[in-house]
Each structure stands twice: as structure tokens, then as C-alpha cells.
């Protein structure tokens, strides 16, 4: 069955630092990848999607992630983190036939000032 | 529009009753479906419903059962709930398989 593993499940940086939030899936046939953020007490929202059209994709609020086959990877990253940023962060996979769309356990994101 | 709506957003219940979680989306998708969502487990999928008139489960569908009632509505119905199902629970909608899902705002639910 399709899965999707985030590693940490905190990460910390200091204001204005290098944002990295690892995302790896598991399957022969890449999936459909997506990146989620929650914001406390509310509802996900879609930060950027990999569609197989390109490999990097830029996503909203400065973010953007680099789809790798060979890693079996979909990273999201920014190079400049803001107060703003902290939040909880969601990859989830969909096979491209479709089916059902599948969730890493999140990694929670603090910026210290 | 209104986007996905849930129904309620706060409910405490005894171990031992009853009740539906109601979901309904205004953008025409066709997939629709439940998740719950526990510390340090991220969104775990309970139910899953492709079209209307189908439902598959998910990764953790004991103690729970769905409905869809049509293309809009979806809905999750605990019937006899315990303390472990204590949690925040979301409704999603999506279209095509790459398109994003939309998500409700979420109803936190206790079993006491």
C-alpha cells in the first residue's frame, strides 16, 4: 500500500534560516505529492502539488519542493524562514490512477526569533 | 461558496453513545473523505468514498461507519463511541487525483 514518511516530527530554526521538511514515498510508480500546512486550530490548506510536470514546484508563501525518483523524495524547502511559517506541515501522497489520498505523521515547524 | 462544511465543531459524548459527524461540499468533487487526526500521528484515513454510492475503508475504520448520501454529503456515524476516539476529526473533498482536496474546519470531538 502507498506510504509517505516525514522525518522528524519537530524541527526548530531561527528566523531568517534555511527551512528543509523531509518527505519520502514509498512505490515503484511515483504518486501524485502534495504538501499541506495547518495552522493551529484550523483546517489544512495546499501549499504546492507535484503533478509530473516539473520536477521543482514552487508553491505559495516563498515555499517549494524538488520531486527526486531516484530518492524517492519530494522535500519542501525555503530559503528564508518567517515568524509566520510556524505551523504544522502535512506530505500526502495520491496514486496517479487514483485513489486514496494518504498522509506522513506532519512535522511541526518552530521559528525563533 | 462555502467550500466543504463539517458539522458540529465541538461535541463531548459519553462511552457508549451514538452520534454523526455530518460533511457536505459545494464544489461538484466527486471524492470525498474522513480523516482523524492525533497527536504525532498525523491525518490517519478512516473512510473514503471515490463517487457516490461508494465507500472504501482506510487505514483505521473500526468503530466507525460511513454514509454517502449523495455527491455533496458524506457522513461518519460513531455508534458506540470510546475514549479512544477522542480526537479532531476532517472532512475533505477533492476532484480529479491531482487536484488538492479541500478540507472542513475540523470537529473535536471527547468521549468521556
Known amino acids: 500500500a502507498q506510504s509517505v514518511t516525514q522525518l522528524g516530527s519537530h524541527v526548530s530554526v531561527s528566523e531568517g534560516a534555511l527551512v528543509l521538511l523531509r518527505c519520502n514515498y514509498s512505490?515503484?510508480?511515483?504518486?501524485?505529492l502534495f504538501w499541506y500546512v495547518q495552522y493551529p486550530n484550523q483546517g489544512l490548506q495546499l501549499l504546492l502539488k507535484?503533478?509530473?510536470?516539473?520536477?521543482l514546484v514552487k508553491g505559495i508563501n516563498g515555499f517549494e519542493a524538488e520531486f527526486k525518483k531516484s530518492e524517492t523524495s519530494f522535500h519542501l524547502t525555503k530559503p528564508s524562514a518567517h515568524m509566520s511559517d510556524a505551523a504544522e506541515y502535512f506530505c500526502?501522497?495520491?496514486?496517479?490512477?487514483?485513489?486514496?489520498?494518504?498522509f506522513g505523521q506532519g512535522t511541526e515547524l518552530s521559528v525563533k526569533p | 461558496n462555502a467550500g466543504v462544511t463539517q458539522t458540529p465543531k465541538f461535541q463531548v459524548l459519553k462511552t457508549g453513545q451514538s452520534m454523526t459527524l455530518q460533511c457536505a461540499q459545494d464544489?461538484?468533487?466527486?471524492?470525498m473523505y474522513w480523516y482523524r487526526q492525533d497527536p504525532g500521528m498525523g491525518l490517519r484515513l478512516i473512510y473514503y468514498?471515490?463517487?457516490?454510492?461508494?465507500?472504501d475503508k482506510g487505514e483505521v475504520p473500526n468503530g466507525y461507519n460511513v454514509s454517502r448520501l449523495n455527491k455533496r454529503e458524506f457522513s461518519l456515524r460513531l455508534e458506540s463511541a470510546a475514549p479512544s476516539q477522542t480526537s479532531v476529526y476532517f472532512c475533505?473533498?477533492?476532484?480529479?487525483?491531482?487536484?488538492?482536496?479541500?478540507f472542513g474546519q475540523g470537529t473535536r470531538l471527547t468521549v468521556v
Open positions: 512505490s515503484s510508480v511515483p504518486p501524485y
Open positions: 468514498s471515490a463517487s457516490e454510492g461508494t465507500t
Open positions: 507535484y503533478t509530473s510536470a516539473a520536477t
Open positions: 464544489m461538484n468533487h466527486n471524492s
Open positions: 500526502a501522497v495520491i496514486p496517479q490512477g487514483g485513489g486514496k489520498l494518504i
Open positions: 475533505a473533498s477533492s476532484g480529479h487525483g491531482d487536484t488538492e482536496a479541500f
